[in-house]
């Protein structure tokens, strides 16, 4: 959970030139130096406590005067506390508490944060929970220890924090949470004020501690030379620029992409992890278990994940060996994810509890595909996959750079590894107050950013593309186009140094061999197409005319019907075979074979048609005649991208050989095969 602070109002005035952020820390810092001071020969201090009580080395005090007119005092909590901060929702309905200096019984000072909600529902648990973080509330006191809270909220001068429930940036404001660090732009620190009051942020996870994987190790000058100057290869400079464009996903409210790299051992697809995450935090490499590593693996349950997520919205995250995750939909898992939200549960009293929430890019790796995984899963693939993970087939050349011999290669990788788990986090932080100092308002810095995005993103098109595009294609091309964006805003604030080439080299790289990768992918769909055109050429009689459909007895897929074609939807189920009948329907309607009643743009796939001699509409599957007159092109259409290389080379995708520029090569370099007459499909 994140939080935003206003200081105390008396230190307001004083230190007015000071940034928020210093104002806030000094004044807990003097009531830790107020609890540390507390000893047995110390007297009893009211400083920071509501009127009637009192705080001394034996703990908090309930002052009250008796029959006689006596002050007495009732012991409350055996350690001293002290309220120091009062906390709500930005709406300001729900999440009301407090924050709480203890001292504990060896002599630490901790910070305690008390949700009222859960205080009042279950009072018992609420002292053993408090028991057990340092605050021991007496027995018979626990209604005492709740007014001494009730009466500190009331004090004027208590520091006023608004929570929020994920890192990132903060739309209020021109701030970035970064990990449990704050980070503000030049018009925050040069005295920015909200409603008239300087304000402080501070980080509450949700889920109980701040990641120890996001942190610092080292300065940014080491991680420019020790680890970014290493990083020649288009895939190792791509991973980098993911990991600053992670940070504009909620920035420009772009959707939560996977980009898988997958390939066999030897690949570097682990160096591509490690230098992903020593961006943000520890790169180290996770099988080493030396430092917590920011890679993460797949092998844990969903809601594993979603916690996971939430915990690095805004920075990043990533998943190694997404080929041992065991879990019953794969699929709804991926779409689970890149919702961005998790699943809506109940509270005990039957009310919602609030959704976790994260934004954020995800790297993974794999020896497999994601769409063979979901093969061996026994599920189908939806199209909708495509786009969301983008799968990026890796081979050990490259890894590769001009001029460079396989040992110097190899020698290279080993020095990159052990440099991520020694130089890190630097990197993220310099290039967020980079985006923070860019622009005066959190509007402006979007609108900005968002008119960069959209520029590369058209360029992209043009250059990959040609002829009619789909969404999966438009949808990954914009993430590319995120990642290129931040790489040459990197480049910008001397976060990165290297030219801007090489980034749109990497990145034009990369596109390249995603959309090969999806050529393949939706390849089955064109054979699903063509082996449908071929039945219904080889066996007509299946295919009878709608006027003698009355008096037809035998077994039948569908009518001719005009200048249609009415399958029976069963029937073109059972002869897309291993295909989802729906993925070829839609494929059919996107090359305008497909009849429906709303045209091309009309969802529904069936179409209800009455037949001659009929008293009612059927639902058929109606496609065009003109689907047997050709057949099938490719479903994905792309040509090289203007790059200054004419030779392909496995280093360099872009600039040719992987990709037939007639489009009858996959990119394994062997002929796409479209079937126009199987003798093996027949009726059975």
Not at 568 to 576: A, M
């Amino acid at each position: 959970m994140t939080a935003l602070k206003s200081p105390m109002k008396k230190v307001k005035s004083a230190v007015s030139a000071a940034s928020s952020q210093d104002i806030y820390l000094n004044f807990k810092q003097q009531i830790k130096l107020l609890l540390t001071n507390l000893r047995p020969s110390s007297n009893p201090t009211c400083q920071y406590l509501p009127a009637d009580f009192e705080n001394d080395y034996k703990g908090l005090w309930s002052l009250y005067v008796d029959n006689n007119g006596e002050l007495k005092r009732s012991r409350v909590t055996s350690t001293p506390c002290v309220v120091y901060a009062l906390t709500r929702s930005v709406c300001g309905k729900k999440m009301w508490g407090v924050k709480c200096l203890v001292k504990t019984p060896d002599n630490s000072i901790v910070t305690i944060e008390i949700d009222f909600e859960r205080a009042r529902e279950d009072l018992r648990r609420f002292v053993a929970l408090m028991s057990s973080r340092g605050c021991f509330i007496l027995p018979k006191k626990e209604d005492s220890f709740i007014r001494f809270l009730l009466m500190a909220m009331e004090q004027p001068d208590i520091e006023r924090i608004t929570c929020i429930t994920s890192t990132g940036f903060v739309p209020e404001r021109l701030g970035f949470l970064y990990g449990s660090t704050p980070l503000y732009g030049k018009s925050e620190n040069n005295g920015s004020c909200v409603n008239n009051t300087l304000e402080a942020i501070e980080y509450q996870c949700p889920l109980g501690e701040a990641p120890r994987e996001i942190h610092q190790r080292g300065s940014l000058d080491d991680w420019q030379q020790n680890v970014a100057k290493l990083a020649l290869a288009w895939p190792q400079l791509f991973a980098i620029c993911s990991a600053f464009g992670s940070s504009l996903v909620q920035l420009l409210g772009e959707e939560i992409g996977t980009l898988h790299f997958w390939g066999l051992s030897g690949g570097g697809k682990t160096i591509l992890l490690q230098l992903f995450s020593s961006v943000h935090g520890c790169g180290s490499d996770p099988n080493n278990g030396a430092n917590p590593s920011l890679i993460k693996k797949w092998n844990t349950t969903g809601n594993a994940i979603e916690a996971m997520l939430t915990s690095f919205s805004g920075l990043g995250v990533a998943l190694d060996e997404m080929g041992q995750i065991e879990v019953r939909h794969m699929t709804k898992l991926m779409y689970d994810i890149a919702s961005g939200h998790s699943k809506t549960r109940m509270k005990r009293d039957q009310t919602l509890r609030e959704q976790l929430t994260w934004s954020l890019l995800i790297l993974s790796s794999a020896e497999i595909s994601i769409s063979q995984k979901i093969k061996a899963n026994r599920e189908e693939e939806p199209m909708g996959i495509s786009h969301r993970i983008q799968q990026i087939e890796l081979f050990s050349e490259d890894s590769i750079v001009d001029n460079e011999l396989l040992i110097e290669t190899i020698k290279r990788a080993d020095t990159l590894k052990k440099h991520c788990a020694e130089h890190y986090g630097s990197a993220g932080q310099h290039f967020i107050q980079g985006l923070l100092d860019s622009c005066d308002s959190y509007d402006g810095l979007k609108a900005d950013i968002l008119q960069r995005v959209n520029g590369i993103h058209q360029n992209l098109i043009t250059t990959l593309l040609e002829g009619d595009t789909n969404s999966a294609q438009r949808r990954g091309l914009r993430r590319m186009a995120m990642v290129h964006c931040a790489g040459e805003l990197a480049c910008e604030f001397g976060t990165l140094l290297c030219d801007k080439a090489d980034i749109e080299q990497a990145i034009l790289s990369t596109a390249q061999r995603w959309l090969d990768g999806l050529e393949n992918a939706v390849d089955d769909v064109s054979r699903a197409i063509n082996k449908l055109r071929a039945f219904v050429r080889s066996n007509p009689q299946l295919f009878p005319n709608s006027i003698n459909a009355s008096q037809l007895r035998q077994r039948i897929c569908g009518y001719q019907h005009s200048d249609k074609l009415l399958f029976i939807p069963e029937e073109f189920e059972r002869l897309c075979g291993h295909v989802s009948y729906k993925h070829v329907a839609r494929e059919l309607r996107n090359r305008g074979l497909l009849h429906t009643h709303g045209g091309k743009d009309d969802p529904r796939l069936k179409t209800r048609v009455k037949l001659p001699n009929s008293n009612q509409k059927l639902s058929f599957i109606v496609v065009k005649d003109l689907f047997l007159e050709s057949d099938s092109e490719p479903v994905i259409q792309s040509r090289e991208a203007n790059v200054e290389s004419s030779s392909y080379n496995a280093k360099n995708p872009v600039s040719g050989g992987s990709k037939s520029q007639s489009g009858v090569v996959n990119s394994a370099g062997r002929p796409k095969v479209f079937v126009k007459d199987d003798p093996d499909l027949a009726i059975p």
